[in-house]
């Protein structure tokens, strides 16, 4: 096999992991986010420092899944895209 088809395979095989990788984040992001409005309803408009800590960091949790996924996402997109112009 030669290195270009040993490199497309490679591409291909990032792309689809990278995919379902992202999926999976996708899918824990929304669990996340239901747990994460659960524990902001439970504690609701509490003034308490520990409390907007905590809230501040699930959101925070929240935002970054979503930014990892989109990352995930692109890379796969990238490197599928590379992989066929070869």
Not at 63 to 78: F, G, M, S, T
Request: no cysteine.
């Amino acid at each position: 096999m030669s290195e270009l088809q040993q490199l497309k395979q490679t591409l291909n095989s990032i792309a689809q992991s990278t995919k379902q990788i992202a999926g999976e984040l996708g899918s824990f992001e929304r669990k996340f986010q239901s747990q994460s409005n659960r524990v902001s309803q439970a504690i609701g408009g509490s003034a308490q420092r520990k409390d907007r800590e905590v809230l501040e960091a699930l959101s925070k949790a929240t935002r970054d899944a979503k930014q990892a996924e989109a990352a995930l996402q692109n890379a796969a997109r990238v490197a599928s895209q590379y992989g066929a112009s070869l």
